[in-house]
């Protein structure tokens, strides 16, 4: 692999460690465990871990989990259990709820200092106290109280004295601030809500900008990478650890990732599982790591895609063909090639005799000699795809026709002799001799043919369930539509078939991927069994999408 250029962020690392500002790098991937993780969340996996493999220093998981009426323990299994699928371990894990004693600590601080301050003001009249970005704000008529009764106020707040959302604590700043966040940003609200690791312990909890920042700081990340939304943020960041004279962590911004065709936001994801649009978080659809690991994607195509996107400044929207590419590259080294007739047509060859069957020798995988042969029975009945026959075919069609000649993949050459239509019109049945001599890898007969066919013996066919997958949405670009992203929605997303595929396929594992020969990569889903095997189509063989 070419070197790559240093991104922006290594930039920043390499000169940071070059002036001997840091010995050691310290990063986190700080999740809210309020659902699955996405392809997006799989960037900043990427990128937080990346950077601490490139660089000394380590990173931390850090749930950030100061919300206590979305949050559940089963997406902190989910979490841990995908960033390690994806091939990283961190050094801790943590929980900004276990911050909880120190954050009060730090707001206590605050107050005492003449910087924050209880606000019995209405959620409405703060909204109006802020300003616009071009008016000023005004200052709350409760701003001036005094340090002591704050501090009695605040802890009445902590103890349970009022009711939510009655009064919040602020910080003292500056509501002329050009930067509205600067505006007596709110640190506390009450919530008399269970919090999935702190129980009924608190009924205040503090807001993102006062518990991010902070818990970086008690960890001592150095840098603490989030999407561009927090730029305004930054200078909130700053200020508190500064008026708290704690470790100085600094934040980093980089773009968010979108897929094109798909949403990435755990609320919008959320609600397609709520409301049975799909399946679950892992439906086959979704663009979780979860659903993308049930899809048949491998953990280093999703780091692959993500090493190509790389890390920008600016946001955009990428194609999901390239995901799509990533996984087709990384499975055609590894997938085993198995045949697997999708849309079956009989056809018999009348000069094999009835009740023979002859093994065929077929490569696992062109791509990997240690990926040895198989054998695939042969015997006078094959299925063959529906579109591999036309009964008039065009210039171009080196496929089955009356009288052309085709070879069976790994077997012999046929060639089309007559066929039987139903009342309906449709063709039901091809009738085939089968060339002598022409086995392959024994073939003597000289005859160049020009297509092959994949194709299962009837008698041994192994009836399969395959999931045929669409996009999810049907505009590239869901979130800038109007209306309900909802109303986007590809009612056409999933196709359930059955399918003939050979013997070998009865014995896949749930998570084993394959090529079936011409028609994509498929991973026995999770619910697959040696019974019912189940296949989901991970990609087609090559991009169609363009056409
Ligand atoms: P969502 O909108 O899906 O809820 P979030 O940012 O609120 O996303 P978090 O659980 O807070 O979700 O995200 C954890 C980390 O992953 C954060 O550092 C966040 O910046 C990053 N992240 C989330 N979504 C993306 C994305 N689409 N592209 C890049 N990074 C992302
Ligand atoms: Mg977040
Ligand atoms: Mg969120």
Not at 49 to 65: A, I, Q, S, V, W
Not at 371 to 381: D, I, K
Not at 431 to 460: F, M, P, Q
């Amino acid at each position: 692999k070419e070197e790559k250029s240093l991104n922006f962020i290594e930039e920043i690392i390499e000169a940071d460690l070059q002036s001997g500002k840091y010995t050691q790098i310290i990063t986190r991937f700080p999740p809210e465990p309020n659902g699955y993780l996405h392809i997006g969340h799989a960037s900043s996996i990427c990128l937080n871990f990346g950077l601490t493999k490139k660089f000394p220093g380590y990173t931390n998981l850090r749930f950030d989990d100061t919300n206590p009426v979305t949050e559940d323990t089963e997406y902190v299994e989910s979490i841990k259990n995908d960033i390690r699928w994806m091939g990283f371990e961190w050094k801790h894990e943590l929980y900004a709820s276990d911050y909880f004693d120190t954050l009060y600590g730090y707001a206590v601080k605050l107050i005492s200092k003449g910087l924050a301050y209880v606000d019995d003001s209405t959620s409405e009249e703060i909204a109006a106290q802020k300003g616009t970005p071009t008016e000023p704000g005004t200052d709350s008529p409760f701003r001036s109280r005094s340090a002591d009764e704050n501090l009695e106020l605040f802890e009445q707040m902590k103890n349970g004295a009022f009711p939510d959302g009655s009064r919040t604590l602020r910080a003292k700043i500056d509501m002329q601030h050009i930067n509205m966040l600067m505006r007596d940003p709110i640190l506390y609200r009450i919530k008399h809500a269970h919090h999935h690791r702190t129980g009924n312990k608190w009924c205040i909890y503090p807001m993102y900008d006062f518990a991010h920042g902070q818990s970086d700081s008690i960890e001592t990340v150095t840098h603490s990478i989030c999407t561009l939304e927090f730029v305004p943020h930054r200078e909130l960041y700053d200020w508190i650890i500064e008026k708290l004279e704690i470790y100085p962590s600094h934040q980093y911004e980089f773009a968010r990732r979108n897929l094109n065709y798909t949403v990435t936001s755990k609320r919008k994801l959320l609600q397609l599982v709520q409301e049975g649009h799909v399946h679950g978080w892992d439906d086959p659809r979704m663009p979780t790591i979860s659903g993308l690991r049930r899809r048949g994607y491998t953990p280093e195509s999703i780091r692959d895609f993500c090493d190509r996107i790389g890390v920008a400044r600016r946001e955009n929207m990428i194609d999901v063909g390239l995901l799509e590419f990533c996984v087709r590259e990384d499975l055609n080294k590894k997938a085993l090639r198995r045949m697997a007739v999708l849309d079956p047509l009989k056809v018999v060859i009348t000069n094999f005799p009835e009740g023979v069957t002859e093994m065929c020798q077929l490569e696992n995988n062109p791509e990997d000699d240690a990926a040895g042969m198989r054998e695939v029975p042969f015997t006078r009945e094959v299925y063959i795809e529906k579109e591999d026959f036309m009964e008039t075919p065009s210039k171009k069609y080196f496929r089955l026709a009356p009288g052309k000649i085709v070879r069976l993949k790994g077997a012999y050459i046929v060639q089309c002799e007559d066929f039987v239509k139903n009342e309906n019109g449709e063709v039901t049945e091809v009738r085939c001799t089968y060339i002598e001599n022409s086995k392959s890898g024994h073939d003597t007969t000289g005859i160049n043919v020009k297509g092959t066919l994949h194709w299962v013996s009837v008698a041994d066919a192994v009836p399969v369930e395959v999931r045929l997958y669409d996009r999810l949405f049907v505009v590239e670009d869901v979130a800038s539509e109007e209306g309900d992203f909802k109303d986007y929605i590809n009612p056409d997303s999933l196709h359930v078939i059955t399918g003939y595929a050979e013997p070998a396929l009865a014995d896949a594992k749930p998570g084993d991927s394959f090529q079936f020969l011409r028609k994509g990569y498929f991973a026995a889903d999770t619910e697959s069994t040696n019974e019912k095997p189940v296949f989901n189509r991970t990609v087609t063989l090559r991009d169609n999408w363009a056409k």
